[in-house]
């Protein structure tokens, strides 16, 4: 395991989008790899809870396709696809993203950057999203920098009063 | 990305962020969390008309934060913790799952670099 504890950033940094950042112990070849191969992917992507991929097709070129779809313990299953706009490994991946049954509104694009100084990556992975619509889920990570920001002590005094 | 709870669609939990998104009903949510208050009250604590007080009020109650009181002639406005909770579990959620999968990357970056490192070129 890494010595350093690795913290997930989640930020807000347009009104569009959702950005995470991350630093791995890894060149960012590595990183880059894993975000590419489907051998790869298949180990670490949304593989939780019982949760698999049953689906991973990568056509890693500038219009290429990317197509993952997963299976729950239950048989349940959710897809998602994409297109690849720009690849500069192992830099920059862009794609657009768009779930078989949305949980927001049009299509999304991501953009996973990398960049790498002394053997270790940061990696910031933003998500912006297509129309106003959508901006609920905006809003929704808003939510956390307000929560985290100023709205600690707002939590703090609702826990004891919370009615679930 | 992924969503954190699949495929669902939650209007409340989007009335809940909407209302949220504003600094001034933050602000207003604040107060309310250490006491009830009415119109006039919260008029007077921050730099707002009435009318503008009440619509804000409005879109807090319509989210389900708050509720006010029917008979009283006060009207007093109390939070409703319930909305918020929905709200925060939701990001908590969020964050878990990509906390999830970064921690499997660490595993798997660990196994490429080893075996990078016995291996040569892979």
């Given at each position: 395991?890494m010595?350093?504890?690795?913290k997930?950033?989640i930020t807000?940094p347009g009104?569009r989008?959702?950005a995470?950042?991350?630093?791995f112990?890894a060149?960012?070849?590595?990183?880059?790899?894993?975000w590419?191969?489907?051998?790869?992917l298949?180990?670490?992507?949304g593989?939780?809870n019982?949760?698999?991929?049953?689906?991973?097709?990568v056509?890693?070129?500038?219009g290429g396709k990317?197509?993952?779809?997963?299976?729950g313990?239950d048989?349940?299953?959710?897809?998602?696809?994409?297109?690849?706009?720009?690849i500069v490994?192992?830099?920059?991946?862009?794609?657009?993203?768009?779930?078989?049954?949305?949980?927001y509104?049009?299509?999304?694009?991501?953009?996973?950057?990398?960049t790498?100084?002394d053997?270790?990556?940061?990696?910031?992975?933003?998500?912006r999203?297509e129309?106003k619509?959508a901006?609920?889920?905006v809003?929704r990570?808003?939510?956390e920098?307000g929560?985290?920001?100023?709205?600690a002590r707002l939590d703090?005094?609702?826990?004891s009063q919370?009615?679930t | 990305?992924?969503p954190t709870?699949y495929?669902?669609?939650?209007r409340r939990?989007?009335a809940?962020f909407?209302a949220?998104?504003?600094?001034t009903r933050?602000a207003?949510?604040?107060?309310?969390?250490?006491?009830?208050?009415?119109?006039?009250?919260l008029a007077e604590?921050f730099?707002m008309?009435?009318?503008?007080?009440?619509?804000?009020?409005?879109?807090?109650?319509r989210?389900?934060?708050?509720s006010?009181?029917r008979?009283?002639?006060?009207?007093?406005?109390?939070?409703?913790?319930?909305?918020?909770?929905?709200a925060?579990?939701?990001?908590?959620?969020?964050?878990?799952v990509w906390?999830?999968n970064?921690?499997?990357?660490?595993?798997?970056?660990?196994?490429?670099?080893?075996a990078?490192?016995?291996?040569g070129?892979r």
């Open positions: 395991m010595a350093n504890a690795a997930l950033e807000t009104d989008e959702i995470m950042t991350r630093v112990d060149p960012r070849e590595l990183v880059f790899d894993a590419t191969k489907p051998e790869l298949t180990r670490w992507l593989i939780h019982g949760w698999t991929f049953a689906v991973c097709e056509d890693l070129r500038v990317f197509r993952f779809v997963w299976r313990p048989g349940n299953e959710m897809g998602m696809g994409g297109t690849y706009t720009e490994r192992p830099e920059r991946l862009v794609s657009t993203e768009r779930f078989d049954e949305s949980w509104p049009g299509e999304a694009v991501d953009t996973l950057v990398l790498e100084k053997g270790r990556t940061t990696s910031t992975l933003t998500m999203l129309s619509e901006r609920d889920v809003l990570s808003g939510m920098s929560i985290e920001a100023g709205y703090g005094l609702l826990g919370v009615r | 990305m992924q709870s495929g669902t669609t939650d939990l989007d809940t909407a949220l998104a504003d600094p933050r207003i949510l604040a107060r309310l969390a250490s006491g009830e208050a009415s119109v006039t009250e604590r730099p008309t009435q009318a503008a007080v009440s619509k804000h009020l409005k879109v807090l109650e989210a389900g934060l708050i006010r009181a008979d009283a002639q006060r009207r007093p406005s109390r939070i409703e913790g319930r909305p918020l909770a929905e925060t579990r939701w990001l908590e959620r969020y964050r878990k906390e999830g970064y921690e499997r990357l660490d595993a798997l970056l660990d196994e490429l670099k080893t990078k490192r016995k291996g070129e």
